[in-house]
């Protein structure tokens, strides 16, 4: 079974979030934006094995930390798809502009593309290329659990910003309609910031996509 816990990291309180196979207690961690001596505490805590760390866009907030994690423990870069190369070779500058540690760009180990899925341990993820935020921008589904991972795509009572270089508010409104309503209404998910929020409930209430 496929377990999760969220960490906000950054000033910006970014959802990182950790997710494991309870069979193997082997780990992959979501957009580890900084705080990593915070990430890898929980990790010993929880006695999760962190393997790979997979990636939903390359926004500072998202990706600040990645480039060191991985080259500190020798873990696979997994994602995002690879339209997000421009805002990954462009981390350096995002850490300053923004007030970040400074952050290395990356290559990942593995691009991921629409219709892929991840595994780690046991437990296998569903992956959905998601435009608009950035043009790279993935989520990861786990019809398992009914969670998905969706990074800056749609948060509780709100959507991902589509002004930063390369995002479109019209392809944004798209992937929320039909990629994410498909996973089903009761599906809760993980967005990059605030709460957590069902697909049905924003639906319903959200002012963007409501009636969608």
Known sequence: MLNYKTIPVTAFLQNCSLLWCDETMEAAVIDPGGDLDVLLAEVDRLGLKLTQIWQTHAHIDHAGGTAELAEKLSLPIIGPHPADQFWIDGLPEQSKMFGFPHS?????????????????????????????????????????????????????????????????????????VTRLWPMGDETVFISGHGPEST????????????GT
């Open 104 to 176: 290395e760009a990356f290559t990942p180990t593995r691009w991921l593309f629409d219709g892929d899925k991840v595994t780690v341990g046991r437990c296998t993820l569903d992956v959905r290329h998601c435009p608009g935020h950035t043009p790279g921008h993935v989520v990861f589904h786990s019809p398992e659990i009914g969670r998905a991972f969706v990074g800056d795509v749609l948060f509780a009572g709100a959507i991902g910003r589509s002004d930063f270089p390369q995002g479109d508010y019209d392809t944004l409104i798209d992937s929320i």
């Open 199 to 210: 697909f049905g409930r924003e639906r319903k209430t959200n002012p963007y996509v409501g």
